[in-house]
């Protein structure tokens, strides 16, 4: 298999990759890719330079992560996530970019997991109402649940 990367990648499984730490100086974490074999070979070499970088990141914990639709992008690659120490780590509205965020989503709280866990489905739902997601709000073709489910068919 040919990437576009000269970094080592290692297979776990079928749709899993993984770049160790010590590919790179200054890694805190392996980098860690979910995609298929033939995703992964078609992924830009910016996709593996970046997700490697986020490994580098203060507080990060466990791994560096990109999705399938990882490409290339400001910070993070696109399709990138990570989780922070809160008190060590790096804080980010959106590793991604500023511009549009790339539906990446922040938000902090004083609240304790234990106090937020009971909840975390009505939260969910709540957000998902009240947070404009995906590309706007509203379209200007207007149709049926019914309408888009013959579409999408």
Known sequence: MKLQTDMQVNRINDYLWEIPATEKPGMLV???????????????????????????LPGIHRYALCMPDGHWGYGFPIGGVAAFDPQDGVISPGGVGYDINCG??????????????????????????????????????????????????
């Open 30 to 56: 392996p980098a860690r890719i979910y995609a298929s074999a033939p995703i992964l070979t078609a992924m830009d070499r910016g996709v593996f330079d970046q997700v490697t970088n986020v490994a580098c």
């Open 104 to 153: 990446m989503r922040l938000i902090r709280t004083d609240l304790t997991l234990s106090e937020v866990q009971p909840k975390l489905e009505l939260l969910m739902t709540e957000l998902f109402r009240r947070v404009p997601a995906g590309v706007g709000s509203r379209g200007f073709v207007n149709v049926t649940r019914r309408d888009f489910r013959d579409v999408m068919r």
